[in-house]
């Protein structure tokens, strides 16, 4: 069985129950706040319109001068004229030059006085070569050199021999000494048809020296 319970007791214990549940509401922590919007994001965006603001400002200004540098400005041209050079031949190059030419002096010529033999050298011991017939002339090429045998040629032909210098006569008058003959040597010729002489031996008695070898058949 359920008692009453004295209304003045009921409102003190209600007035209680009031009391402590305001204290325990007022001493719990404080509820967090909602959090605001990250600024971070509206600072992204603006940046992002600003970039597409600034993007179709670049464009349309970029078309605009784009479309004012293409309009075709009319330029007068002034053609520069070339000066027309006169070229005035100079003297130099009209001359022409005629290279110096040192004549080669003429060979003196010589006639044969009488008939005489001409050989491979100056002098009779050498071998013969060929001969001459007395009023031919020949043409002095050489010389030896105390003047006593000339290096002569045929006109007709170009092989030289030696001759004793009396035995010819200058056409043009003179000597030997008369005319600008070079000294000339004697080349002689090789042959293998004779072999050189055996039993060579030499004797001297005072300034005088004689040489002895064994015949060689020529």
């Given at each position: ?10 409102y ?17 922590p ?8 990250p ?6 965006v ?7 603001v600034?993007?179709?400002?670049t ?10 540098v293409?309009?075709p ?33 003429e ?14 050298g100056p002098g ?11 009023t ?15 290096w002569?040629?045929g006109?007709d032909?170009k ?12 056409i043009a ?5 008369n005319?600008?003959i ?16 055996t039993a ?8 005088k020296?004689?040489?002895y070898w ?5």
């Open positions: 069985m359920i008692k009453p319970v004295h209304s003045l007791k009921f003190k214990i209600c007035s209680v129950a009031v009391l402590i549940v305001v204290t325990g509401v007022s001493c719990l404080a509820a967090d706040a909602p959090a605001p919007t600024v971070l994001q509206t600072v992204e603006t940046r992002e319109v600003t970039q597409v600034t993007q179709a400002v464009q349309e200004v970029t078309q605009e001068v784009t479309r004012i293409e309009v400005v009319p330029v007068t041209v002034t053609p520069t004229l070339t000066p027309e050079i006169s070229l005035t031949p100079s003297l130099t190059s009209t001359i022409t030059r005629t290279p110096t030419i040192t004549p080669t002096p060979a003196p010529r010589v006639t044969v006085l009488v008939h005489a033999a001409c050989y491979y009779d011991v050498y071998l013969y070569k060929y001969g001459l017939l007395a031919s002339w020949m043409e002095v090429i050489g010389r030896n050199l105390d003047g006593t045998y000339l002569v040629q006109g032909h092989n030289p021999c030696w001759m004793r210098a009396d035995q010819a006569q200058f008058g003179g000597d030997v000494n005319y600008n070079p000294v000339a040597y004697s080349i002689l010729p090789y042959s293998n048809l004779y072999k050189p002489p060579v031996k030499a004797i001297r008695s005072g300034n020296v004689t040489i064994n015949a060689v058949w020529m």
